[in-house]
C-alpha cells in the first residue's frame, strides 16, 4: 500500500516557487519596455488628440492613416525607407560575409581584425555618429583631404541628397557589421571540415565549394543576417537625426524620422502613431517575402 505514495520533494517544491519568481522580473521588462509600447501605439493609431496636451480626445478611426496616405512627405519617406533598406542589405550582408570567411580561416591579424569590428559593433550609435560627421566634414574634412590629396574635387557628402543617403549607409554599414558577421561566422564553424575536404579532394574549386557546400549549408544564417539588416535599416534614426536632421529638403527623411517629427514637432502623436503602424506592417510582409524567396531559390537549387 505504501508502493505507490512518494515523499514530496522540497528541492522540487523550491524551484516551483523561485523559477516563475526569476523570470517575473524580465517579464516585467518586455511588457513595460515592449508590449505596452506596442500595444499603446496601435491604440494611438486610431485616436484624435489635443494639440497642446498631448491627451487623446477620441476616436479617428482610419483618418490618421487616410491623412499620412495623403502626405507627399510621408511618401517620400516610406520610399528613403525602402531605399535605405535595400542599400544596407545590399552593402552589409556580403560584407559581413567575406569577413565572415576571412577571419575564419585564422590568417594572421584576423583576432585584431575581429577586435575592430566588434569594437565599432560595441561603440554608441551617436558617438559614432559624431565622429563620422567630422570625417564628412567640407573642406576640413579627413575624405575631403585625401580626395584633395589624389587630385580629386570635393564631394558633398552630407549636403546633397544621394550623397547623404550613400554617406549614412556607409556609417552605418561600418558601425554595424559586427552582429551579422558573428552570425556568418558561427554558420561556418558549423559546417563539417570533412565536407569541404571531400569536395577538394574530388577536385571542386573553391568557387564551386563555396556555391554549392558553404553558401546553401548557409541558409538559415543568411535569412537571420538578412532580417537583421533589414530591421535595422528599417528603425534607421540616430546617424540621421545627428548627421542631416532628415534633410537636405527631406531627402534623407525615413518613416523613423518622420514619426519623431509628428510626434514631437507637429504635436501630432496620432499620425506619428499611424506611420509606425505601416511601416510595422510592411517590415513583417518584407521579412518574409525574403524568408520565402531565399528558402525557395535554396530548394529549387536542391532539386
Same mark, same amino acid.
Given at each position: 500500500m505504501l508502493?505507490?505514495?512518494?515523499t514530496? %520533494?522540497?528541492?522540487r517544491r523550491?524551484?516551483?516557487?523561485f523559477?516563475p519568481?526569476?523570470?517575473?522580473?524580465?517579464?516585467?521588462?518586455l511588457?513595460l519596455? #515592449?508590449?505596452?509600447?506596442l500595444?499603446?501605439a496601435?491604440l494611438?493609431?486610431f485616436? +484624435? $488628440?489635443?494639440?497642446f496636451t498631448?491627451?487623446?480626445?477620441?476616436?479617428?478611426?482610419?483618418?490618421?492613416?487616410?491623412?499620412?496616405? &495623403? %502626405?507627399?512627405?510621408?511618401?517620400?519617406a516610406v520610399?528613403?525607407?525602402l531605399i535605405?533598406?535595400?542599400l544596407?542589405?545590399?552593402?552589409v550582408?556580403?560584407? &559581413?560575409?567575406?569577413?565572415a570567411i576571412l577571419i %575564419?580561416?585564422r590568417m594572421?591579424?584576423t583576432?585584431?581584425a575581429?577586435a575592430a569590428?566588434?569594437?565599432?559593433?560595441?561603440?554608441?550609435?551617436?558617438?559614432a555618429?559624431?565622429?563620422?560627421?567630422?570625417?564628412?566634414?567640407?573642406?576640413t574634412?579627413? *575624405?575631403?583631404?585625401i580626395?584633395?590629396?589624389?587630385?580629386?574635387p570635393? #564631394?558633398p557628402?552630407l549636403v546633397?541628397?544621394?550623397?547623404?543617403?550613400?554617406?549614412?549607409v556607409v556609417m +552605418?554599414?561600418?558601425?554595424?557589421?559586427?552582429l551579422p558577421?558573428?552570425?556568418f561566422l558561427?554558420?561556418?564553424?558549423a559546417?563539417?571540415p570533412q565536407?569541404?575536404e571531400?569536395? &577538394?579532394?574530388?577536385?571542386?574549386?573553391s568557387?564551386r565549394? $563555396?556555391r554549392?557546400i +558553404?553558401?546553401?549549408l548557409?541558409r538559415?544564417?543568411?535569412i537571420?543576417?538578412? $532580417?537583421?539588416?533589414?530591421v535595422?535599416?528599417a528603425r534607421?534614426?540616430?546617424p540621421i537625426?545627428?548627421?542631416?536632421?532628415?534633410?537636405?529638403d527631406?531627402? +534623407?527623411t525615413?518613416v523613423? *524620422?518622420?514619426?519623431y &517629427?509628428?510626434?514631437f514637432?507637429f504635436?501630432?502623436p496620432?499620425t506619428a502613431s499611424?506611420s509606425v503602424?505601416?511601416m510595422?506592417v510592411?517590415?513583417?510582409?518584407i521579412?518574409?517575402?525574403?524568408a520565402f524567396?531565399?528558402? %525557395?531559390s535554396?530548394d529549387?537549387?536542391?532539386?
Amino acid at each position: 500500500m505504501l508502493r505507490g505514495l512518494r515523499t514530496p %520533494d522540497p528541492t522540487r517544491r523550491t524551484e516551483n516557487y523561485f523559477g516563475p519568481a526569476m523570470v517575473l522580473p524580465a517579464l516585467l521588462g518586455l511588457g513595460l519596455f #515592449q508590449f505596452y509600447p506596442l500595444v499603446s501605439a496601435v491604440l494611438n493609431s486610431f485616436r +484624435t $488628440f489635443n494639440a497642446f496636451t498631448k491627451r487623446p480626445t477620441g476616436w479617428a478611426g482610419w483618418n490618421n492613416f487616410i491623412e499620412i496616405f &495623403a %502626405d507627399d512627405v510621408f511618401r517620400n519617406a516610406v520610399l528613403i525607407t525602402l531605399i535605405y533598406i535595400v542599400l544596407m542589405i545590399a552593402i552589409v550582408v556580403p560584407m &559581413a560575409l567575406g569577413l565572415a570567411i576571412l577571419i %575564419d580561416k585564422r590568417m594572421r591579424g584576423t583576432a585584431l581584425a575581429r577586435a575592430a569590428i566588434l569594437g565599432a559593433l560595441a561603440s554608441s550609435e551617436a558617438v559614432a555618429a559624431l565622429i563620422w560627421n567630422q570625417l564628412y566634414e567640407p573642406g576640413t574634412g579627413l *575624405f575631403d583631404a585625401i580626395l584633395k590629396s589624389m587630385g580629386l574635387p570635393e #564631394q558633398p557628402f552630407l549636403v546633397s541628397g544621394p550623397h547623404a543617403i550613400v554617406s549614412i549607409v556607409v556609417m +552605418t554599414a561600418w558601425k554595424d557589421v559586427g552582429l551579422p558577421m558573428l552570425i556568418f561566422l558561427g554558420g561556418l564553424q558549423a559546417i563539417s571540415p570533412q565536407l569541404i575536404e571531400a569536395a &577538394a579532394l574530388d577536385g571542386a574549386s573553391s568557387w564551386r565549394i $563555396f556555391r554549392r557546400i +558553404t553558401l546553401p549549408l548557409l541558409r538559415p544564417s543568411l535569412i537571420l543576417a538578412i $532580417f537583421m539588416v533589414t530591421v535595422a535599416a528599417a528603425r534607421l534614426f540616430t546617424p540621421i537625426i545627428l548627421l542631416t536632421q532628415g534633410g537636405p529638403d527631406g531627402q +534623407t527623411t525615413n518613416v523613423p *524620422f518622420y514619426s519623431y &517629427a509628428q510626434a514631437f514637432e507637429f504635436s501630432s502623436p496620432g499620425t506619428a502613431s499611424a506611420s509606425v503602424m505601416f511601416m510595422m506592417v510592411i517590415l513583417v510582409g518584407i521579412t518574409a517575402l525574403q524568408a520565402f524567396v531565399i528558402r %525557395d531559390s535554396n530548394d529549387g537549387g536542391r532539386r
